[in-house]
């Protein structure tokens, strides 16, 4: 739900809202006319003002979508197994003569 939205439907007036979410109400009237978007801390701070109901994607695509590609990749990654870690070989060798072998 957007801001203005959420503002609208529980009869709330701007300095209301400012007040709810902890912000000036100059920044938060910039919020609901468009002329600035939310930072991600007052991101943050609006989200848990409207009890979750206005959320990040509702504010900022960018960040909805930026956080979706991080879980996707997260989600993606393969998980590292013993077959592909190496250890230090230390046979008393000097820094430069060290050996590496890959665990089994």
Do not use: C
Request: hydrophobic share 40%; charged share 30%; net charge positive.
């Amino acid at each position: 739900m957007r801001l203005q939205d959420y503002k609208q439907l529980h009869g709330l007036s701007a300095t209301r809202l400012a007040k709810q979410i902890g912000y000036p109400l100059s920044t938060v009237w910039a919020w609901l006319k468009g002329e600035r978007e939310p930072s991600s801390s007052a991101i943050l701070a609006i989200v848990r003002a409207t009890g979750g109901v206005v959320r990040t994607q509702d504010l900022r695509r960018d960040l909805a979508e930026a956080a979706e590609i991080e879980r996707a990749a997260i989600d993606r990654q393969p998980s590292v197994s013993r077959a592909h870690t190496t250890r230090r070989v230390d046979s008393g060798a000097s820094r430069s003569n060290r050996k590496f072998e890959t665990a089994a």
